[in-house]
Nanobody, 117 residues
Framework: QVQLVESGGGLVQAGGSLRLSCAGS????????MGWYRQAPGKQRELVAS???????AYADSVKGRFTISRDNAKNTVYLQMNSLKPEDTAIYYC???????????WGQGTQVTVSS
């Protein structure tokens, strides 16, 4: 069974940095796109950043220039480096991976990021 486990969330002051990690395990033969989403209280889940198998990236406008997504295919792991954090970045951050030829979507359990002003 495929599992995605996130780590690295926490409480940080505005202007600070955090690095999220998401490691995949289980019957993983081919991870295609990977991404980070976030959901703030009372809001819909939104895409923050994504990365293809060959490293092409895309970002939400709100995080461009502050967040960097990367991946280590040998470790089935995706990272999100978050710099210059703002209170509006406060949310639960979820890792997502598209796996296999059917591009099945898997989610992590989420990790809380709280940015204080």
């Amino acid at each position: 069974q495929v599992q995605l486990v996130e780590s690295g969330g926490g409480l940080v002051q505005a202007g600070g940095s955090l690095r999220l990690s998401c490691a995949g395990s289980g019957m993983i033969f081919s991870i295609n796109d990977m991404g980070w989403y976030r959901q703030a209280p009372g809001k819909q889940r939104e895409l923050v950043a994504s990365i293809t198998q060959v490293g092409s990236t895309a970002y939400a406008d709100s995080v461009k220039g502050r967040f960097t997504i990367s991946r280590d295919n040998a470790k089935n792991t995706v990272y999100l480096q978050m710099n210059s954090l703002k209170p509006e970045d406060t949310a639960i951050y979820y890792c997502n991976a598209k796996i296999g030829w059917i591009n099945a979507s898997y989610w992590g359990q989420g990790t809380q990021v709280t940015v204080s002003s």
